[in-house]
């Protein structure tokens, strides 16, 4: 019984809940509820689009990277997003390409412009890494700028000793100090990973060998300078290096002469005659029809000759002596 009676008391409980409430949302308050919930909506609905093509952007500028494969690409995507985090990674791409394909694998070759040219694409990318470490924020992009300080660093330890253009051979496009600071900022950034404590030991590794590394590098790149050898003349087909004396000429011994046979008989060969002493013979007047050949008598068979007849066999009869 008490049970049927608190049930009674909460339906009519809510049923005078419900009558307060519509008669409170009436007017202008009924419209004030509606307004919000379709403010709402409407928000959500925004949003939704806006992410959207937030999204639809962002792999418009993904593929564009993604098919940047030569360098007046990359350039034109980082002038396209200059100022935003896909402008940065363009230009990372793009010192990857100067650092690793069009740098350091040239540094060490023969020509000496093709060196040059190597040179100049190493300074550009570490230039580029440069800029990068100061555009990233190392609170959002920590790992872009440890790259970028690390590559920094290589691109700085490959030019040490490499001389300048206006300078002499004591001259040095990269400074092994600068090379040693940029490690260690790359070995600051999450320092408790393999990969940090790796780049620090190399630090260290270049700071307790500095002297010894810039003589190795000096020399690397002294030894890369090959001697151009003088062209080949007609009087001296073999020059010889600059600033060596020229090889002596020596002449080589001839053919020795085979002894005569005796009784060996001489054999003459006939002239080959000149095709201006061959006579061609003379060609046929087309005018003058050749004359029929005429015909040749067949030969008439010979007669055949008379065999002789057979001689017959004597009668033993009629001879005497036979009987």
Do not use: C
């Not at 008669?23 to 509820?33: F, M, N, P």
């Not at 790796?198 to 090959?226: G, H």
């Not at 050898?229 to 009087?235: E, G, Q």
């Not at 007669?303 to 057979?310: A, I, L, M, N, Q």
């Amino acid at each position: 019984m008490k049970a049927e009676e608190r049930k009674e008391i909460e339906t009519n409980s809510m049923v005078l809940a419900y009558q307060k409430l519509r008669q409170r949302v009436t007017g202008r308050t009924l419209y004030y509820v509606i307004g919000v919930v379709l403010v709402i909506v409407a928000g959500i609905l925004i949003y939704r689009y806006m992410t959207h093509q937030s999204a639809t952007a962002r792999d418009a500028i993904l593929l564009q990277l993604d098919a940047a494969d030569t360098p007046e690409k990359l350039k034109q995507g980082m002038e396209d997003h200059r100022g935003t985090l896909y402008g940065s990674l363009f230009k990372k791409r793009l010192a990857e390409h100067e650092l690793l394909n069009e740098g350091l694998p040239k540094l060490g070759t023969d020509r000496m412009e093709d060196r040059k040219r190597a040179a100049a694409s190493v300074e550009a990318a570490r230039g580029r890494y440069l800029e990068l470490t100061s555009e990233l924020k190392q609170k959002e992009e920590p790992a872009l700028v440890q790259i970028a300080w690390h590559e920094a660093g290589r691109a700085e330890e490959a030019l040490v000793g490499f001389p300048t253009t206006d300078g002499g051979p004591d001259s040095s496009r990269g400074n092994l100090d600068k090379a040693i600071e940029y490690y260690t900022n790359a070995a600051s950034i999450f320092p408790d990973s393999e990969i940090s404590k790796s780049y620090k030991a190399w630090a260290e590794k270049l700071k307790a060998n500095k002297v010894q590394m810039i003589a190795t590098q000096k020399e690397i790149y002294k030894q890369a300078e090959r001697p151009v050898l003088p062209p080949l003349t007609k009087d001296d087909p073999f020059p010889g290096l600059p600033g060596l004396p020229p090889p002596p000429k020596t002449e080589l011994p001839g053919a020795p002469k085979l002894p005569a046979i005796p009784g060996d008989p001489k054999i003459e060969v006939p002239a080959i005659p000149k095709p201006a002493d061959i006579v061609p013979p003379p060609m046929p007047d087309p005018k003058k029809t050749p004359e029929p050949e005429k015909p040749t008598e067949t030969p008439k068979p010979a007669d055949p000759k008379k065999t002789p007849e057979p001689t017959k066999p004597a009668d033993p009869k009629a001879d005497p002596k036979a009987k």
